[in-house]
């Protein structure tokens, strides 16, 4: 469904410190992309940049 799932993951361990290798992948993914499409997100990178403008209003 989206691309680039690593560079998510980086950037989440970077932005939260949370290390999503610690979860199972297809889990992990089958959730976070709910939470893509619920926030009407179309990429990994614009639910990054989501979370980011959350965190800094």
Do not use: C
């Not at 970077?14 to 089958?30: G, H, P």
């Not at 619920?38 to 990994?44: G, M, Q, T």
Request: net charge positive.
């Amino acid at each position: 469904m989206f691309e680039d799932y690593e560079k998510f993951k980086k950037d989440i361990l970077s932005l939260t410190k949370i290390d999503l290798n610690a979860y199972k992948e297809k889990q992990m993914r089958r959730r976070i992309d709910t939470l893509i499409t619920k926030n009407k997100v179309n990429s990994y990178d614009e639910y990054v940049r989501l979370i980011k403008s959350d965190t800094e209003n």
